[in-house]
């Protein structure tokens, strides 16, 4: 079965970097486009970037454009998610998520987690000086 397990997560001041990791198994993980969105406390849950099958193309939220780059390696299906200037607003509980097709569902330039497949049980950000 689908399994996304996120890892990284932690205590960061702001201006700092933490690297999120996801590792995948159960399905093809090169064939699919992964995603990272978000949860801060008493919100809804938003999408952060998404990454194609192969690599090739990367989509992030305007939110965090400049600051984090995600990327795969699809040899260990691992995806990855490289935060750095981080900011206060930053603090959330990050989820990985698997795509139903090689491609993400990018509307307007942004992702729709309602489309995302599946969701692992997320990795929790705080930034705090």
């Known amino acids: 079965q689908v399994q996304l397990v996120e890892s990284g997560g932690g205590l960061a001041q702001p201006g700092g970097s933490l690297r999120l990791s996801c590792a995948a198994s159960?399905?093809?993980?090169?064939?699919?486009?992964m995603t990272w969105a978000r949860q801060a406390p008493g919100k809804g849950l938003k999408w952060v970037s998404a990454i194609n099958s192969d690599g090739s193309d990367t989509y992030y939220a305007d939110s965090v454009k400049g600051r984090f780059t995600i990327s795969r390696d699809n040899a260990k299906n691992m995806v990855y998610l490289q935060m750095n200037s981080l900011k206060p607003e930053d603090t959330a509980l990050y989820y990985c998520?698997?795509?139903?097709?090689?491609?993400?569902?990018?509307?307007?330039?942004?992702?729709?987690?309602?489309?995302?497949?599946?969701w692992g049980n997320g990795t929790l950000v705080t930034v705090s000086s």
């Open positions: 998520g698997k795509e139903e097709g090689a491609s993400p569902p990018i509307v307007g330039g942004r992702g729709v987690v309602e489309f995302t497949d599946f």
């Open positions: 159960g399905f093809t993980f090169s064939t699919y486009a």
